[in-house]
Structure formats: structure tokens, C-alpha cells
T-cell receptor, first 113, second 112 residues
Framework: DADVTQTPRNRITKTGKRIMLECSQTKGHDRMYWYRQDPGLGLRLIYY???????NKGEISDGYSVSRQAQAKFSLSLESAIPNQTALYFCATSAGAFDQPQHFGDGTRLSIL | SQELEQSPQSLIVQEGKNLTINCTSSKTLYGLYWYKQKYGEGLIFLMMLQKGGEEKSHEKITAKLDEKKQQSSLHITASQPSHAGIYLC????????????FGTGTRLQVTL
């Protein structure tokens, strides 16, 4: 089983819909991250959480919200989806502090029509 | 991010050839991470460099961090089709609390 699991893997939806992407991990890591990947723009950080009570905005948080339900679960919501939020979304975890690599899920491909 | 530039953007090499990918930061790096991504899939951690002049190898892939800690190179020796994918560098800067800034990636194709 994957250490970092994202659901769904693919989603097609319409403009204006509320969407939730879920991430769960079995690595026991405190830190979790949400990124989006767009062609030519690399990965950009949306939100991150260093523990259950800590939520921080990343580089591009507008139009998104998150919830850290437990150490192992971190969900990303699009309150009212718009076409330019079409992207590949990644969840990642890390053990914290410096020198610790982030471990990524397989991504959710989201298309908003 | 303009803080971190990767080059080239894409690369096509013949199987067996060597290649180098560069990652240049506009400011001093605390740490530099290399990842590989297969098309449409998640990122796989390759290696992390922190000390100026450091060099690490894994199988046929070698990464170096220059002395000034502002540039890293990833070198693949005798490329194979299994090396194909997107290579991304991620920068960790002092004071950014383990957040990574990623380059835009280098897309590598290996032809037979």
C-alpha cells in the first residue's frame, strides 16, 4: 500500500461545484502539504500544516481551503471550482525540521469544465 | 519560481549517452532536493544535498552542489529508457521552515 494516498485519482467537474480532495498517510509524519502542478509552472504550494492545530497559507491559497482532520489526514477543498483550477494536485508529507525530504502521493488530476 | 531556474526545459538523448541537468538559485541554498516524476505520477525522492561541494550518487545518477550553494547539477551516466521522466529540483532556504520551492522541471526522453 502507498504511504501517501490521494483520492480521487481523477475528477471531472463543472464550474461552481464544491470539490474535496483527500490525502491520508501512514508514514507518521507531522507535516503535510498541498501543491498544484501546471505545465511550465512547476509545483506551487497551496497550503501546509505542521501539525493538527497548525494551518498555513502557501503561495497560491486563494480559492482553496484545507482541513487537517488528524495527523494522518489533510484535505483540500475548492469552494466554488473555476476552470483555471484545472491542474494536477499533489499531497506531500515530511517528518519535519530541515534535511527531511517530502514524500508525495500519486496526485489527483482535476478537470473543471 | 524565478528563485529557482532549471535548464534545459527538455532533453532528448540517445540511450547510452550522458546528460546533465542544472538547477540555479538566485539566493543561497540551505538544502537542495532532486526528484523524478514519471509522466502524470507522483514525485520520487532521489537525493538531497546540503553542504557546499557535496556530491551524492545513486546508481547511475550523480548530483552535486557547488561550493557557493547556489547551483546544483544532476548527471546521468549511460542513460537508459528507465531514466525518462521529469526531473525537478526543490530548494530549501534558511527561515522557510522546510517548505520547498520547486523548479519548473526538465523533461527527459531517452531514445533507443
Amino acid at each position: 500500500d502507498a504511504d501517501v494516498t490521494q483520492t480521487p485519482r481523477n475528477r471531472i467537474t463543472k464550474t461552481g461545484k464544491r470539490i474535496m480532495l483527500e490525502c491520508s498517510q501512514t508514514k507518521g509524519h507531522d507535516r503535510m502539504y498541498w501543491y498544484r502542478q501546471d505545465p511550465g509552472l512547476g509545483l506551487r504550494l497551496i497550503y501546509y500544516s505542521f501539525d493538527v492545530k497548525d494551518i498555513n497559507k502557501g503561495e497560491i491559497s486563494d480559492g482553496y481551503s484545507v482541513s487537517r482532520q488528524a495527523q494522518a489526514k489533510f484535505s483540500l477543498s475548492l469552494e466554488s471550482a473555476i476552470p483555471n483550477q484545472t491542474a494536477l494536485y499533489f499531497c506531500a508529507t515530511s517528518a519535519g525540521a530541515f534535511d527531511q525530504p517530502q514524500h508525495f502521493g500519486d496526485g489527483t488530476r482535476l478537470s473543471i469544465l | 519560481s524565478q528563485e529557482l531556474e532549471q535548464s534545459p526545459q527538455s532533453l532528448i538523448v540517445q540511450e547510452g549517452k550522458n546528460l546533465t541537468i542544472n538547477c540555479t538559485s538566485s539566493k543561497t541554498l540551505y538544502g537542495l532536493y532532486w526528484y523524478k516524476q514519471k509522466y502524470g505520477e507522483g514525485l520520487i525522492f532521489l537525493m538531497m544535498l546540503q553542504k557546499g561541494g557535496e556530491e551524492k550518487s545513486h546508481e547511475k545518477i550523480t548530483a552535486k552542489l557547488d561550493e557557493k550553494k547556489q547551483q546544483s547539477s544532476l548527471h546521468i551516466t549511460a542513460s537508459q529508457p528507465s531514466h525518462a521522466g521529469i526531473y525537478l529540483c526543490g530548494a530549501e532556504y534558511t527561515g522557510t521552515a522546510s517548505k520547498l520551492t520547486f523548479g519548473t522541471g526538465t523533461r527527459l526522453q531517452v531514445t533507443l
